[in-house]
């Protein structure tokens, strides 16, 4: 009995497997027919040489490159034939300079181009390699320990470029699922530096701590539906010293307030207003007065006010060592080459020297120059006095081409009567291109007649421009 039972239960086994069986056997079949008559619809057909011509013929391929405007001002630059100094000559003709960023006027002093003479022949030109590749020299580990002592910093790094210090040092920190809250009117490098964070990034109006907090405030909203998750993602806040594309200094201050009320680490670009601002140049920490502790990270060039190349960072160790394994400018790039680090560090010798003259001088042509430039006729002014960085924009807003060339005819102009003034050139790349301006660099080494010359021949040659295009 028990033996008959186990034989009508295989049967029923094999039953069912039966009906699977056919089932898989029908789907391949299927797909089988599919392939079959897929391959006879590709079958190749025939082409004749005649239509092939005709084809190759009839073909436009993509531009490799976008057209470009033939009027473009990188196609038709500007030639610089002289030490670039408080004058400059541009295009054969001998202008006073307010067009480079020559803030301290240590281009051309020759206690610096003495030092980086001996340097080159000590040295030789260039380093030959990364920091971390047999690219390190004694002179860049001094210029690392001047710049900490001058900042008032634990430590600081030196990268070979300027552009990259920023692009660099903000994603060694900055992942993807970080948030930066950062102003709209942030300078190039800094908005590569956010791209390559791939974090997510949040922008306020420019210089308005009261938007940034009101963003702050829908962030704290979002993080208290998920606090398990909001503990898990990083807020960084990034400014600029002085904006290179307006001139206006940061409200300082207020910023670290909120950075303290909202647990936000805060991130300064002072390319500008290293060695402007300030009672000894130190940047906008001195010249508000905020203790260097509550910043976690200042980011600079050389560049400017210290007329020689590369950028640093300074902070703590714990923030700056980072860098050394992760700042893909540091670890990538060649180093600074010795003659300009040495310049570098005659350059901030100098200013520790003659601090007083150097920034006090420097201030005073600022507030005068701003002074005058306030009362231009055809001119909004943006800057603050004190800032060495000034933008004038036409009162008349016109479009972004037509005020684009009637600047330009005033640069001209200016060129012509031995003014030496240039409008800013942006890149399509930019998020938020800039309006169209004339920029205005202030040098220590500027005196009254040359700020009232500068003033002069600005209002004559936008007269002459503006009043031929009313």
Same mark, same amino acid.
């Given at each position: 009995?028990?033996?008959?039972?186990?034989?009508?239960?295989?049967?029923?086994?094999?039953?069912?497997?039966?009906?699977?069986?056919?089932?898989?056997?029908?789907?391949?079949?299927?797909?089988?027919?599919?392939?079959?008559?897929?391959?006879?619809?590709?079958?190749?057909?025939?082409?004749?040489?005649?239509?092939?011509?005709?084809?190759?013929?009839?073909?436009?391929?993509?531009?490799?490159?976008?057209?470009?405007?033939?009027?473009?001002?990188?196609?038709?630059?500007?030639?610089?034939?002289?030490?670039?100094?408080? $004058?400059?000559?541009?295009?054969?003709?001998?202008?006073?300079?307010?067009?480079?960023?020559?803030?301290?006027?240590?281009?051309?002093?020759?206690?610096?181009?003495?030092?980086?003479?001996?340097?080159?022949?000590?040295?030789?030109?260039?380093?030959?390699?990364?920091?971390?590749?047999?690219?390190?020299?004694?002179?860049?580990?001094?210029?690392?320990?001047?710049?900490?002592?001058?900042?008032?910093?634990?430590?600081?790094?030196?990268?070979?470029?300027?552009?990259?210090?920023?692009?660099?040092?903000?994603?060694?920190?900055?992942?993807?699922?970080?948030?930066?809250?950062?102003?709209?009117?942030?300078?190039?490098?800094?908005?590569?530096?956010?791209?390559?964070?791939?974090?997510?990034?949040?922008?306020?109006?420019?210089?308005?701590?009261?938007?940034?907090?009101?963003?702050?405030?829908?962030?704290?909203?979002?993080?208290?539906?998920?606090?398990?998750?909001?503990?898990?993602? $990083?807020?960084?806040?990034?400014?600029?010293?002085?904006?290179?594309?307006?001139?206006?200094?940061?409200?300082?201050?207020?910023?670290?307030?909120?950075?303290?009320?909202?647990?936000?680490?805060?991130?300064?670009?002072?390319?500008?207003?290293?060695?402007?601002?300030?009672?000894?140049?130190?940047?906008?920490?001195?010249?508000?007065?905020?203790?260097?502790?509550?910043?976690?990270?200042?980011?600079?060039?050389?560049?400017?006010?210290?007329?020689?190349?590369?950028?640093?960072?300074?902070?703590?160790?714990?923030?700056?060592?980072?860098?050394?394994?992760?700042?893909?400018?540091?670890?990538?790039?060649?180093?600074?080459?010795?003659?300009?680090?040495?310049?570098?560090?005659?350059?901030?010798?100098?200013?520790?020297?003659?601090?007083?003259?150097?920034?006090?001088?420097?201030?005073?042509?600022?507030?005068?120059?701003?002074?005058?430039?306030?009362?231009?006729?055809?001119?909004?002014?943006?800057?603050?006095?004190?800032?060495?960085?000034?933008?004038?924009?036409?009162?008349?807003?016109?479009?972004?081409?037509?005020?684009?060339?009637?600047?330009?005819?005033?640069?001209?102009?200016?060129?012509?009567?031995?003014?030496?003034?240039?409008?800013?050139?942006?890149?399509?790349?930019?998020?938020?291109?800039?309006?169209?301006?004339?920029?205005?660099?202030?040098?220590?080494?500027?005196?009254?007649?040359?700020?009232?010359?500068?003033?002069?021949?600005?209002?004559?040659?936008?007269?002459?421009?503006?009043?031929?295009?009313?």
């Amino acid at each position: 009995m028990a033996v008959k039972y186990q034989l009508l239960e295989s049967i029923n086994i094999f039953g069912t497997n039966g009906q699977y069986e056919i089932v898989i056997a029908t789907f391949i079949g299927l797909w089988v027919i599919w392939l079959f008559s897929r391959s006879r619809k590709n079958k190749r057909v025939e082409v004749s040489d005649e239509e092939v011509e005709r084809k190759l013929a009839e073909w436009r391929p993509q531009s490799l490159v976008p057209e470009v405007d033939p009027n473009h001002p990188f196609l038709s630059p500007r030639c610089v034939s002289s030490k670039i100094g408080k $004058r400059i000559t541009v295009d054969g003709q001998d202008c006073l300079n307010l067009a480079t960023h020559n803030y301290l006027g240590f281009l051309g002093d020759g206690r610096i181009e003495e030092k980086a003479t001996l340097a080159t022949r000590k040295y030789g030109v260039g380093s030959c390699g990364p920091r971390g590749f047999y690219g390190t020299v004694d002179v860049h580990l001094d210029l690392e320990e001047r710049l900490a002592q001058f900042m008032d910093a634990e430590e600081a790094i030196v990268y070979s470029y300027g552009f990259s210090t920023v692009a660099s040092a903000i994603p060694a920190y900055c992942k993807r699922r970080d948030i930066i809250f950062t102003d709209e009117k942030v300078n190039f490098a800094v908005q590569k530096g956010l791209d390559a964070s791939r974090s997510t990034v949040r922008y306020f109006k420019h210089n308005d701590f009261e938007d940034l907090e009101r963003l702050l405030i829908e962030q704290t909203n979002i993080d208290k539906k998920n606090p398990t998750k909001a503990a898990k993602i $990083r807020k960084f806040l990034v400014v600029e010293g002085i904006y290179m594309n307006t001139g206006l200094i940061c409200p300082l201050p207020e910023l670290v307030a909120l950075c303290r009320k909202y647990k936000l680490r805060i991130f300064i670009d002072e390319s500008i207003s290293f060695g402007t601002l300030g009672r000894t140049g130190k940047g906008v920490t001195e010249h508000f007065g905020v203790p260097r502790h509550e910043i976690d990270m200042i980011m600079g060039s050389l560049e400017w006010a210290i007329s020689s190349i590369g950028g640093f960072c300074v902070g703590s160790s714990f923030v700056i060592e980072h860098q050394r394994l992760s700042g893909l400018g540091y670890c990538f790039s060649a180093s600074l080459p010795p003659l300009l680090t040495t310049a570098a560090i005659i350059a901030i010798d100098i200013m520790e020297q003659e601090a007083d003259d150097l920034f006090g001088t420097l201030a005073n042509n600022c507030v005068h120059l701003h002074t005058l430039l306030s009362k231009l006729q055809h001119f909004e002014l943006s800057a603050l006095p004190e800032s060495p960085l000034k933008h004038l924009f036409l009162r008349k807003k016109q479009s972004h081409d037509e005020e684009c060339l009637q600047l330009k005819n005033i640069s001209d102009k200016c060129i012509e009567n031995n003014l030496a003034i240039i409008t800013p050139v942006y890149l399509p790349l930019e998020r938020q291109l800039p309006r169209p301006s004339l920029r205005i660099c202030v040098s220590k080494a500027l005196d009254e007649k040359d700020l009232h010359f500068a003033f002069e021949t600005l209002e004559k040659c936008s007269n002459e421009v503006l009043n031929l295009h009313p």
